[in-house]
Each structure stands twice: as C-alpha cells, then as structure tokens.
C-alpha cells in the first residue's frame, strides 16, 4: 500500500483541529470560536478529502497536460 502524503496531511490537521475544538468546548468564548473558526476549517479539510474531489482534480491534470501536450 502506498502511502498518500496528501491524505496524511489531512488526518494530521483534522486531528489538530478535533482537538482544539474540544478543548475550546470549555469556555464561551470557545464555542464562538468553534462555530466561526475551527469546525469550518475542520469540515472544509473533510470535504477536501474526499474522494470525488481528488478525481476531478486527477481529471483536471489529464487534461491540461493533453491541452499542454
């Protein structure tokens, strides 16, 4: 199995992110920061992740390099 830096970048920040959102959980001002800030972030890296958007990605580089080439 090859291992996908890309994907390991993203488990890494997801990971950071679960945990400053749990650990903001503790005052007000943490879960204003929660709901604007870090779950955002965090929701926008799940959704990165995912594995239409990495093949239209793929897609897209096969044709530029065929527009390229």
């Known amino acids: 199995m090859r291992l996908n830096k890309l994907k390991v970048v993203f488990v890494i920040t997801e990971f950071v992110l679960l945990q400053v959102a749990f650990y903001q959980m503790l005052t007000t001002r943490g879960w204003i920061n929660n709901t ?3 779950l955002p972030i ?12 990495k093949e239209m990605f793929h897609d897209f580089n096969k044709l530029l390099k065929i527009l390229n080439g």
């Open 42 to 53: 965090l929701n926008f890296f799940l959704f990165c992740s995912r594995k239409e958007l």
């Open 36 to 38: 604007f800030i870090f």
